[in-house]
């Protein structure tokens, strides 16, 4: 009787479904059991995760417990979470932790403690030391990066057409990777760039960071745009800020921006760049290439090299760049020219400004000393609309006999207007200016300290006095060839100037200037001068060279 019951039971349950139903009708009501509500799966909560890579014995990863380990990183993160690694201690192996961050709730990598910074150290065969793929929204602080074969930081994105948000890089020393460049762009010490065709990188931070030294390619690198396309649709980054931070003793360029609208490098360093004895295509110290409304302001970049007679310079507005300004820097004692503006590649790059700018001792490689301090120039059908160079100040003592100002190369084309205006040349050579009939000069003054008389070259030909100058090709009505009277005129020490260049009382630069965006729709002479000093407001009054 009893397992007669027990089957009823179960060929009940069988028939009548998910329910458990006494009967199942015939002879009584049915009683349906309530289906219990389903625990909620609760919400990942952020938290702290602490490593101490000199303790024994591996923890759980709270304070009191810390991984020893960046193994155990090897994990998803959610946004808000917080990698603290310990100062004072070293941790080896490569880190590549897991998850993105969301706006406002990024994932930290950062220090906790006292003492010097947490060093992270790649292993002989680790290609990154820090490499984050596909992942957005973190910000990584306080740390020593050493080895890497190719990379120190590597943040790249390899995913089709796919935008990456908010990478902050802060107050790290990122030196010493083991591999060797034969290839200019093959390796970086700082190494932020999609690949992925149409990915994009925006909202990113290089603050206080020091790249080098190291015989790989780059010092730090930002490209916000990923897998060169060649056409004019390829997305572009934005919002892109390198600041107070240095890049020295590389192969390769020093700091350098690629594919990205709203980028700046400001307050930075850059030096020793270019040191391979042979990769490729000819690097510079600080520069920018398809570059949109981008700004390069109070740098300083020197002692730049080149492997060729080309290049080797301390700022560079390349092509496919528009709408950028040059301003404030201070370039001294390299290979190659102290400011350059190329267009190539069948682009016609618009609207470049180069001002308030000191430049000295510059082209210290005789071979290349023809690209003069202030270089333009195009090839490959590229071309030139509007570039604007005013209120800069040269001190130039070239390897070989040059000019300061070179277009030779450069094919001027559009409406824009393309001037050399305000300028002061402190020149220990007579070559002052080469140029074609594309550029127009005026307000400018020239100086050979050496006795003899400047000399202008125009469209071939060279003229030894300013009026045959002046008659021959109507250029620098208004200029003059006199002494500046410059604090300190030769000076090209390590640091931005205090007093060297400034002009003494009764220089005949003070005044002789003019507001050269007169009448021009859109151009502005600034704020300031290259020493911080304010800008005449009531349209006169400015004076020749970088000191107002």
Known sequence: MIQRSLCFVVFSALLCGASLITGCGGGGAATTVPTPTPTPTPTPTAAAYYFDCSQPSDGNGTLASPWNSIKDAARDFIPGDQLLLKRGTTCNGRLLPLGSGSSGSPIVIDAYGTGSLPILKGGATDQSVLQLSDQQFWEIDNLEIVGGVNYGVFITGTATNTPMHHIYLKNLNVHDATGVSTSRGDSGEVMVSG?????????????????????????????????????????????????????????????????????????????????????????????????????????????????????????????????????YNYGHDTAGYCIAVFGAESSTDTNNI??????????????????GDIRMATWDNGSLNGVQVYNNTFYWNPAAPASVVSTIDATFVGSAPNFFKNNLVYAATPGVVTVNSGMVLDYNLYWDSGGGAPQWTWNGKTYSSLADFQTASGQDAHSLVADPLLNDPTHHATGKPASAFTLQPGSPAIGAGANVCAGLTGCSMGSQDFFGNPLPTGGTGFNIGAFQ
């Open 195 to 327: 690949v992925g065709i149409g990915s994009t990188l925006n909202d990113i931070l290089i603050d206080g960071v020091t790249a080098g030294p190291s015989k790989v390619s780059e010092g730090i690198m930002v490209s916000g745009g990923g897998g060169w396309t060649g056409n004019s649709s390829q997305p572009l980054g934005n919002n892109i800020v390198i600041q107070n931070s240095t890049a020295h003793d590389v192969y390769g360029d020093g700091i350098l921006l690629l594919e990205m609208t709203n980028g700046t490098v400001q307050n930075s360093v850059v030096y020793n760049s270019g040191l391979c004895p042979a990769c490729g295509s000819t690097p510079s110290g600080l520069w920018e290439w398809w570059c949109n409304s981008c700004t390069i302001q109070n740098n300083e970049s020197y002692a730049n090299k080149s492997w060729e007679s080309y290049d080797g310079g301390d700022f560079d507005i390349d092509n496919y760049d528009n709408e950028n300004i040059v301003q």
């Open 354 to 371: 180069v001002r308030y700018n000191v430049c000295s001792n510059n082209e210290r490689n005789a071979a290349g000393a023809a690209q």
